[in-house]
Nanobody
């Protein structure tokens, strides 16, 4: 049974930090690209950060570049999102995503989300 379980969300003041975790099980984690998405109320889901299967390459949305860091520990089947210098516009539900493909199939798994609220 595939599971992605996010944790670490909460309420933080502007300028503060949070570290999100996503624990994976039920699939070969080290073979999957991992991504963090977010969705704010009334907005479409937005890709925040991507890390390759081996962790050698990362990519970020312009809105979080320099403030957020994605990382993974394949021994622990966990991906992280370190969020620094948080802004009110970072308020959203953050989702963990796992993606892989073996032609012709694609495998795409989602967590349930964790709420991040940035407010004074």
């Amino acid at each position: 049974q595939v599971q992605l379980v996010e944790s670490g969300g909460g309420v933080v003041q502007p300028g503060g930090s949070l570290r999100l975790s996503c624990a994976a099980s039920g699939f070969t984690f080290s073979m999957y690209v991992m991504r963090w998405y977010r969705q704010a109320p009334g907005k479409e889901r937005e890709l925040v950060a991507t890390i390759t299967a081996a962790g050698g390459s990362t990519n970020y949305a312009d809105s979080v570049e320099g403030r957020f860091t994605i990382s993974r520990d394949n021994a622990k089947n966990t991906v992280y999102l370190q969020m620094n210098s948080l802004k009110p516009e970072d308020t959203a539900v953050y989702y963990c995503n796992a993606w892989s493909s073996t032609w012709p199939r694609e495998y795409d798994y989602w967590g349930q989300g964790t709420q991040v609220t940035v407010s004074s």
